[in-house]
Nanobody, 122 residues
């Protein structure tokens, strides 16, 4: 299971750090990623990290502002979000990839967390 946390309400320009803890069967051999879904919109890729942490990928809209990382000992991934904008407002979901790499398509992921709300006020 995946448990996402760290969401909240923040002013534009602020920062938040999301966490996603994996329990049960470990996902250390799988890529992991973050997606987000705004009201009335489809779920979209935000960031991904490969099984060994060597390769990271970001959506163009968050590149340079967000950083994904993973802690193998804690079986947790993080999403550090800086310089937040109102358009970053969404429910953020973490997920485990079917593969060692972290693709950008939601269909490439097999396990999903429950989501955590991020709201950025202007």
């Amino acid at each position: 299971q995946l448990q996402a946390s760290g969401g909240g309400l923040v002013q534009a320009g602020g920062s938040l750090r999301l966490s996603c803890a994996a329990s049960g069967r470990t996902s250390s051999n799988n890529g992991m990623g973050w997606f987000r879904q705004a009201p009335g919109k489809e779920r979209v890729f935000v960031a991904g990290i490969s099984w060994n942490g060597r390769y990271k990928s970001y959506a163009y809209s968050v590149k340079g502002r967000f950083t994904i990382s993973r802690d193998y000992a804690a079986n947790t991934i993080y999403l550090q979000m800086n310089s937040l904008k109102p358009e970053d407002t969404a429910v953020y979901y973490c997920a485990v990839s079917r593969q060692a790499e972290a693709g950008t398509g939601a269909d490439q992921y097999t396990k999903w967390g429950q989501g955590t709300q991020v709201t950025v006020s202007s």
